[in-house]
DNA sequence: CCGAATCCTTCACGATACTG
DNA sequence: CAGTATCGTGAAGGATTCGG
């Protein structure tokens, strides 16, 4: 085991591996937390490709079906495949996707109550480059 | 005021200006966590550039430059420039950047007590590529 | 119905060099 | 010391097409 590694497994925040920017660099992808909520709301029900796309405006069906087979991956989502003609494919999130929600909907919290206020103060620095 | 707009203002996870889109789009970029947690850890304490980046390793000089007028921009961060010759820049979170550190510990909690979990699933993934 | 493959654009990021 | 400018690379992700 690389010095490296020993750093990330103690959760060091400054090794390159450290896991929280693993995780954001995770969450970070664009479909991926909606993704999650769209699960979440439903669970423990499972909801199949197209209706998670239906829920999921704007997302392509490519872009879904990476986003989800990369948090099967992760053991975040299960799949479950009827051996129909057509097949109909189902997700679910698992016990560490449901784990998952709870830090997330605190940074989605977060972001609904300040967002607005972020925008706000962008558009001040905007109009007054510099120190006034 | 746009129907897209009046959906981002209610905070629509749905609308493409979701505000949680946006948040996790600003956090998720490299070294704006770790930023915010060094001045966190700092805080109330101003923290001088070239100290964030003795404390952020593999930071480049443009990078914490670029990452640290972003969060100004937004009103995460105050700037303080000595006119000193030369300047001394310090930094120091806002109460909002603050409160961003909640939910943001709420991730790194996740991430140290599960990404190692992550990890584990993703190379059992990796050794059986389908259902076995 | 679901998803893989390909092509293409955009942008985050790093390296480097330069400035007050 | 702190910041800016420029260039190059890689990866995310959108559009489209094909397959089982």
Redesign the interface.
């Known amino acids: 085991m690389t010095t490296r590694t020993k750093r990330a ?1 103690r ?1 060091d ?2 090794s ?1 591996e450290c ?7 995770r ?2 992808t ?1 479909w991926t ?2 993704a999650i ?1 769209v699960l979440a709301d439903a669970a423990p029900q499972e909801v199949r490709f197209a209706e998670l796309r239906r ?4 997302v392509s069906q490519k872009m879904l079906s990476v986003t989800l087979h990369s948090l ?5 989502v299960t799949r479950r495949v009827e051996p129909t003609v057509p097949p109909r494919v189902h997700y679910r999130l698992t016990e ?1 996707g449901l ?2 929600e ?3 909907a ?7 109550r ?5 925008d706000r ?2 558009a001040i ?2 109009a007054r480059p510099d120190g006034e």
Chains 1, 2 share one sequence.
């Open positions: 497994a959760g925040l400054f390159p896991p929280t920017r693993r995780l954001l660099d969450i970070g664009k937390s909606m909520k829920r999921m405006p704007g099967v991956r992760d053991g975040l560490l784990s998952l709870i830090p997330l605190a940074v989605r919290a977060w972001a609904e300040h967002m607005a206020e972020i103060l962008n620095n905007d």
